[in-house]
Every structure is written in C-alpha cells, then in structure tokens.
C-alpha cells in the first residue's frame, strides 16, 4: 500500500510560479513511477507529468511543456513540480500519482495509487 501526500497548492497570479511536493510513504519507491493529474471544475482528470523510477526520464502533458518541471528524490522518498509562467487555465487539483512497475502513466486508468489533491488556482 502507498500513500501520498500532496502539499504546495495556492493561489497565485497569472505568470507567477509554484511549487507542489509529495511526500510517498509505503512499498519500495525505486519500484514505481511517479506523477502528477489535474482535474478542473466540470473536466477530466488530466495527465501533467510523470518521472521513471530513477528519475532519468520525464514526461510531459502537452499543455505544460515547457513551463513545468517534475523532479524526485528517492532518498526523501518526494516527487515535486516546479510551475512557472502559470495560467489561469492552469486553475485545478493536482494530484499526486504512482504506477506500480510500469513507465506508462499517461492515463488515469494506468495509476494504481493517488493522493488526496491540493488546490491550485491562477488569477488573471
């Protein structure tokens, strides 16, 4: 059992940068690749970013790329992403993900573990 713990959300404006950590606890870190999802009011629950087990390879969703950066640290058994040039369309919950022995995490049928999600909102 793995869980996740989200923190960093908040309310910024348009432009400004923000910081999400994770914090997993539970299973064997190096065995799963980690992520983040956002869902806005009334859309689907989106793909943002995924990083594999050693951190080698990331992943982006097309909306952010560029602008985000994910990022872990196996030791501190943490996941973060660093958002900049935010926009208000960037308004959602994020949520924390894992994939259990897979570096597929494009979908959010394919995440075997979320978090509890954290706010982010973006003024114009």
């Known amino acids: 059992q793995v869980q996740l713990v989200e923190s960093g959300g908040g309310l910024v404006q348009a432009g400004g940068n923000l910081g999400l950590s994770c914090a997993a606890s539970?299973?064997?870190?190096?065995?799963?690749?980690m992520g983040w999802y956002r869902q806005a009011p009334g859309k689907e629950r989106e793909f943002v970013a995924a990083?594999?087990?050693?951190?080698?390879?990331?992943y982006y969703g097309d909306s952010v790329k560029g602008r985000f950066t994910i990022s872990r640290d196996n030791a501190k058994k943490m996941v973060y992403l660093q958002m900049s040039r935010l926009e208000p369309e960037d308004t959602a919950i994020y949520y924390c993900?894992?994939?259990?022995?897979?570096?597929?995490?494009?979908?959010?049928?394919?995440?075997?573990?979320w978090g509890q999600g954290t706010q982010v909102t973006v003024s114009s």
């Open positions: 539970g299973g064997n870190i190096l065995s799963y690749t």
């Open positions: 990083i594999n087990r050693s951190g080698a390879s990331v």
């Open positions: 993900a894992v994939r259990l022995y897979s570096t597929q995490m494009s979908t959010a049928s394919q995440v075997d573990y």
